[in-house]
C-alpha cells in the first residue's frame, strides 16, 4: 500500500514538473533571444542559451523616448491608483462591516449586483467621454477605483475582528476615527499588503482600458507599448525618433528588440512576485474567514 502511495506521489510531482517546465521555456526562450548578440541570432533556431552575449538591445529599449513615456505613464497609474484604490475600498468596507449603519443592506446588494452584471463597454465609454477624462491617464486610475471583490473580503476581514477591541478603545475615550487608524488599520497589515500588491500589479498589467481611452500614444502605459512594439514591423517608431542612426552603428534584428520589450516590461511583476506572495496568500485567507 505505501509503494502505491510512493509511486502516486512520484507520478504527480513528475506532471507537475513537467508542467511547470512547459511554463518556464517561453521565458527563458525570450530571455535567451533579448540577450543573442545581433551577429549570432538565427530565427529559424530554437535556443535557450544566448550563442554570444549582447546587451545591444536593451541599451536601445532604455534609450527610446517611447518606452520611457510609458515607464512614466505606468508609474504614474500604479503609483497613484494602488493607494486610491486601497483607501476607498478599506473605509467604504469598513463602513459596511457595522451592522448599524442605515441601508446596509441596500448597499450590500448593490455592490453584489455590481460583481454579478457590468454595465457594458458603450455606457462605460460615454460616462468617461462625459466626464471629459478621455485621453487621460485618469480614466485608466479611476475605472478600477472601486472593486467590489476587494470591498466585499476587506468587509469580511474587518467583521473578524473582535467588537471587544473597538468597545475597549471607545471606553478610553478614542473616537471613531482613532479606532480606524489606530486598533483597526495597525490589525489589518497583511490584508492591506495583499490588496496592495493585487491592485499594484493590475494597474501595472493594464493594458484594456488604456487602448479604449486613451489614444495619444504619448501616454500609452507599458503593456499598450509592448504591444504596439510586438506587432509593429518598424519598431524604431515607438522607441525614439533616432532609433534608426543607433541601429546603423549596431544593427539589432527586430526580434532581438521585441523580446527584450518582453522582459523589460514583465521582468518587475515576476521578481516581485515570488518574495510577496505570502501576503497574497494570507491576506485572503484571514479575509475570508467569516462571512
Known amino acids: ?40 541570432y538565427n530565427g529559424n533556431s530554437l535556443n535557450f542559451w544566448p550563442k554570444d552575449w549582447s546587451l545591444e538591445a536593451y541599451k536601445i529599449i532604455f534609450t527610446g523616448e517611447g518606452f520611457m513615456d510609458a515607464l512614466k505613464s505606468t508609474v504614474f497609474i ?7 484604490v486601497v483607501v476607498v475600498s478599506c473605509m467604504f ?20 449586483f455590481t460583481l454579478l452584471f457590468s454595465p457594458g463597454l458603450i455606457p462605460n465609454y460615454l460616462l468617461i467621454k462625459n466626464l471629459g477624462l478621455l485621453d487621460s491617464l485618469w480614466a485608466v486610475i479611476l475605472v478600477g477605483s472601486a472593486n467590489a471583490w476587494t470591498i466585499l473580503v476587506m468587509k469580511s476581514f474587518f467583521q473578524s475582528i473582535p ?5 475597549s478603545a471607545k471606553i478610553d475615550g478614542c473616537s471613531d476615527l482613532g479606532v480606524f487608524f489606530k486598533i483597526i488599520l495597525p490589525l489589518s497589515k ?27 500614444p504619448s501616454k500609452w502605459p507599458l503593456q499598450v507599448f509592448l504591444q504596439q512594439v510586438v506587432i ?19 544593427p539589432v534584428p527586430t526580434e532581438v528588440l521585441q523580446m527584450a520589450a518582453v522582459v523589460v516590461v514583465t521582468l518587475p511583476v515576476i521578481i516581485v512576485y515570488p518574495f510577496l506572495q505570502k501576503h497574497f496568500a494570507k491576506g485572503v485567507m ?6
Open 93 to 112: 468596507a469598513y463602513m459596511l462591516s457595522k451592522k448599524t449603519l442605515p441601508a446596509r443592506k441596500m448597499m450590500l446588494t448593490l455592490i453584489t
Open 190 to 216: 497583511p490584508m492591506l499588503a495583499a490588496f496592495s500588491l493585487f491592485t499594484a500589479v493590475g494597474y501595472w498589467n493594464t493594458y484594456f482600458n488604456a487602448i479604449i481611452y486613451i489614444t495619444d
Open 1 to 40: 500500500m505505501k509503494m502505491r502511495e510512493n509511486l502516486y506521489q512520484l507520478f504527480i510531482g513528475l506532471i507537475l514538473s513537467l508542467i511547470a517546465l512547459s511554463m518556464v521555456f517561453p521565458f527563458i526562450y525570450v530571455l535567451a533571444v533579448s540577450l543573442t548578440d545581433a551577429s549570432a
Open 78 to 84: 500604479t503609483g497613484i491608483g494602488t493607494p486610491l
Open 163 to 167: 467588537a471587544e477591541l473597538e468597545e
Open 232 to 250: 509593429s514591423s518598424n519598431i524604431g517608431e515607438f522607441l525614439s525618433t533616432g532609433i534608426q542612426e543607433v541601429q546603423q552603428k549596431v
Open 286 to 291: 484571514i479575509g475570508s474567514v467569516k462571512g
